[in-house]
């Protein structure tokens, strides 16, 4: 037996034929194959009565709805992979021999031999600076944002052991947003402010919010040098409007692309500095840290007044010494 809904909008009739979720005929509507129900122009409501779908944008608008949870069939059908919500989009958790957005690509992605080596124990000697700042930190209701592009991996991983082994301080971050620089997006494709390669969880669940940092990782690698950490620090604020505490676990050896999108931060950013080795710290992480009214963080140090310094003032972080000019901290030795 068919069932047939007509809707009157104005003058118009409206028929839509149920079936399935996903499809919703409709002229008004035209419903494209999207996964995961994502389409910008039309949803798919499930009607439990029918078992069929209509389109959504003739009752309700498509931003009410959240993704993922109206029909999850094509990451899952294509590749058994699992929709993700990530704002008012989704992403797939894919199964091993997938990866991609929605697992599109067969293989295995990026490599992530040195993230497996560290994290069996058969490399010790890597980057300890994320864990040593997290462990001597009393901060409470975070967010926080971790760059997982290929030169990170050994950070990433301190990010993995430290959820592992911390599980009374899970609590302390409410969401996790892991960033690549765009998914292998070509070089010159990466716009600033919506470059992607951006995943988030809230962290209510240990294993999904590790699965979801191994989906950044190995869905991309960062490509060239400069990357999105503001893009990425303003998706963690929207997608976290209570948390009052931000920390960044940044690369030391890149540059971001977007600090013309600083102003835009309205929480004080901790930034967690990775890659340090003997390299001072980059005078663009100070200056995330200083404009947001926030803090910088190395293995050995803390330093917390860096808005507090007048023009002209110096500090010293590590070996190095930085002045404050009016357009930010500059190293002069």
């Known amino acids: 037996m068919f069932f047939f809904v007509n809707y009157i909008i104005g003058q118009d009739t409206i028929s839509s034929q149920p079936t399935s979720c996903g499809c919703c005929p ?103 600076t994320v864990e040593n700042v997290l462990n001597r930190s009393n901060w409470t209701n975070m967010v926080a944002v971790v760059d997982v592009t290929g030169s990170m991996q050994p950070c990433a991983a301190a990010v993995y052991k430290w959820l592992k082994l911390a599980y009374d301080k899970l609590n302390s971050i409410k969401y996790y947003v892991f960033f690549n620089d765009g998914d292998n997006k070509a070089d010159s494709l990466k716009v600033i402010g919506s470059t992607g390669g951006i995943y988030g969880i809230p962290t209510t669940n240990l294993n999904t919010t590790l699965a979801v940092m191994q989906a950044a990782m190995k869905n991309g690698n960062g490509g060239d040098g400069p990357e999105n950490d503001i893009e990425a620090i303003l998706f963690g604020i ?31 950013v901790k930034v967690i500095t990775c890659q340090l080795n003997s390299y001072p710290v980059n005078p663009d992480l100070i200056n995330i840290a200083s404009r947001t009214g926030g803090s910088i963080h190395t293995l050995q140090q803390d330093i917390i007044n860096l808005s507090g310094i007048p023009v ?21 030795a």
């Open 26 to 128: 409709s002229p008004y509507c035209q419903a494209k194959s999207t996964p995961c129900s994502t389409n910008s122009d039309c949803e798919c409501l499930m009607m439990a009565m029918t078992g069929g779908g209509m389109c959504t944008d003739t009752v309700m608008s498509c931003k009410d709805l959240v993704p993922c949870q109206n029909d999850n069939k094509t990451c899952a059908a294509a590749n058994t992979g699992t929709c993700q919500p990530l704002g008012n989009s989704f992403f797939c958790l894919c199964p091993s021999t997938h990866f991609g957005p929605v697992c599109e690509y067969r293989g295995t992605g990026t490599d992530l031999t040195v993230l497996e080596t560290i994290l069996n124990g058969s490399l010790t000697n890597y980057d300890q």
């Open 238 to 268: 929207k997608q976290c409007p209570t948390c009052t505490n931000l920390i960044h676990i940044a690369d030391n050896q890149v540059t971001p692309r977007d600090m013309i999108l600083l102003s835009n931060v309205t929480l004080p």
């Open 312 to 332: 002209n003032g110096t500090i010293v972080i590590g070996s190095s010494t930085y002045r404050r000019t009016v357009n930010g901290y500059v190293q002069i």
